[in-house]
């Protein structure tokens, strides 16, 4: 079945610095991809997502790239806040009505200042 | 903006007890669903509904049931709480299913089975 992988964390970084959580998907065809945000004490929400090969979607300074040929969407920052601490879930979901997201194990990521 | 919240944020319940975990959305939204997450497996779906009286099984309906009577309204019951169902429980909605990806989340319940 499809599924989404992310690397473990906890990812620990000093304020400023670049970020990079890789998340890797299996799929039959190609589905839409997804990043959620979950804030400590907050429910998920959507950061940024991109429908097609090539696509890359932006947010908060966020910036993920939709590269079929590795199957990827790593999500990247190029300086991280305090406030970026958080959980980072990876998700994917076919176009076709009635298909369900499905999320990688999600990545901890702290910002120390 | 859209607002989903949950009954509860902590839940301590003893084995064997029945529990209710309500989740109420403010927006007619028509798809509603139930995750628990748990460390390094993610989110993962129990339970969704399209519509009032609706329900599907997600990918781990074993030892929950649901009930939609009202569309802003969806409720997750165990109906006999055992250990292995203490976790985090997550409700969501989404405005349709053609807008199955967009789902908005509550803040969460901890479930303590004891």
């Known amino acids: 079945g499809d599924s989404v992988t992310q690397m473990e964390g906890p990812v620990t970084l000093s304020e400023e610095a670049f970020l990079t959580i890789n998340c890797t998907y299996t799929a039959t065809g190609y589905p839409s991809l997804f990043w959620y945000v979950q804030y400590p004490g907050e429910g998920l929400q959507l950061l940024l997502k991109a429908t097609k090969a090539d696509d890359k979607g932006s947010n908060k300074g966020f910036e993920a790239t939709y590269r079929k040929e590795t199957t990827s969407f790593h999500l990247e920052k190029g300086s991280v806040q305090v406030s970026d601490s958080a959980v980072y879930f990876c998700?994917?979901?076919?176009?076709?009505?009635?298909?369900?997201?499905?999320f990688g194990g999600g990545t901890r990521l702290m910002v120390k200042p | 903006d859209v607002k989903v919240t949950q009954s509860s944020r902590y839940l301590v319940k003893r084995t064997g007890e029945k529990v209710f975990l309500e989740c109420v959305q403010d927006?007619?939204?028509?798809?509603m669903f139930w995750y628990r997450q748990d460390p390094g497996l993610g989110l993962r779906l129990i339970y969704f509904?399209?519509?009032?009286?609706?329900?599907e099984k997600g990918d781990i309906p074993e030892g929950y049931s649901v009930s939609r009577e009202k569309k802003e309204r969806f409720s997750l019951i165990l109906e006999s709480a055992s250990t292995n169902q203490t976790s985090m429980y997550l409700c969501?909605?989404?405005?349709?299913?053609?807008?199955?990806?967009?789902?908005?989340f509550g803040p969460g319940t901890r479930l303590l089975v004891l």
């Open positions: 927006m007619d939204h028509e798809n």
């Open positions: 998700a994917l979901i076919y176009n076709n009505a009635g298909n369900m997201l499905t």
């Open positions: 969501a909605s989404s405005l349709d299913r053609g807008h199955l990806e967009t789902q908005y």
């Open positions: 509904s399209y519509d009032v009286k609706m329900k």
